[in-house]
Antibody
Framework: QVTLRESGPALVKPTQTLTLTCTFS??????????VSWVRQPPGKALEWLAL???????YYNTSLKTRLTISKDTSKNQVVLTMTNMDPVDTATYFC????????????????????WGQGTTVTVSS | DIQMTQSPSSLSASVGDRVSITCRAS??????LAWYQQKPGKVPKLLIY???TLQSGVPSRFSASGSGTDFTLSISSLQPEDVATYYC?????????FGPGTKVDIK
């Protein structure tokens, strides 16, 4: 059974850096094709895709947020970490991690299924 | 980046009605289009991938079609448990942009 669980601070102050961890089970980055993505949702608003990391450490970011985001992985711990710098009250949201699978022959990636398994989300409030 | 739009932004229909939601991509995404259902206070759930393939366990009243830039999600007979916001998402390549969502409720 594939599960993901987000963890991190519930409250951060403006200008601080947010660090979130996604801990997963049921799959491994040792297996080719496994990828994890982060998505957020401000209260009452739409889903916003943030970042993606591949099993082979390729990384992709939301274009408008890429200067503030860093995604990394710890294969031995089955974890993905997202950091977001210079937090602002508008970054108040529920942050989700989710799995997506890929097939990347010859440097071009084809993604399967969409985000097929999601964590429960962790709510982050940015306030002084 | 490819932009995703959805219409309508909300709809209200009676139990048993057929409802349809449209998603449009600003550029060709082939069939790399997913639909998610998010019930109030819950985690998004994958409904459809590959533009038209039902995820395992999704009721057959849900269907979807489209390719390229224009996609449709349909519910053949709306049920009370279908009250939710529905999002499309392109995943042909990063960034995996979501549409703004369509809120569906019961009249």
């Amino acid at each position: 059974q594939v599960t993901l669980r987000e963890s991190g601070p519930a409250l951060v102050k403006p200008t601080q850096t947010l660090t979130l961890t996604c801990t997963f089970s049921g799959f491994s980055f040792s297996s080719s094709g496994m990828c994890v993505s982060w998505v957020r949702q401000p209260p009452g608003k739409a889903l916003e895709w943030l970042a993606l990391i591949h099993w082979d450490d390729d990384k992709y970011y939301n274009t408008s947020l890429k200067t503030r985001l860093t995604i990394s992985k710890d294969t031995s711990k089955n974890q993905v970490v997202l950091t977001m710098t210079n937090m602002d009250p508008v970054d108040t949201a529920t942050y989700f991690c989710a799995r997506i699978q890929a097939y990347c022959p010859s440097g071009v990636c084809y993604y399967y299924y969409g985000l097929d398994v999601w964590g429960q989300g962790t709510t982050v409030t940015v306030s002084s | 980046d490819i932009q995703m739009t959805q219409s309508p932004s909300s709809l209200s229909a009676s139990v048993g009605d057929r409802v349809s939601i449209t998603c449009r991509a600003s550029q060709d995404v082939d069939n790399y289009l997913a639909w998610y259902q998010q019930k109030p206070g819950k985690v998004p759930k994958l409904l459809i991938y590959g533009a038209s393939t039902l995820q395992s366990g999704v009721p057959s009243r849900f269907s979807a079609s489209g390719s390229g830039t224009d996609f449709t999600l349909s519910i053949s007979s709306l049920q009370p448990e279908d009250v939710a916001t529905y999002y499309c998402q392109k995943y042909n390549s990063a960034p995996f942009t979501f549409g703004p969502g369509t809120k569906v409720d019961i009249k």
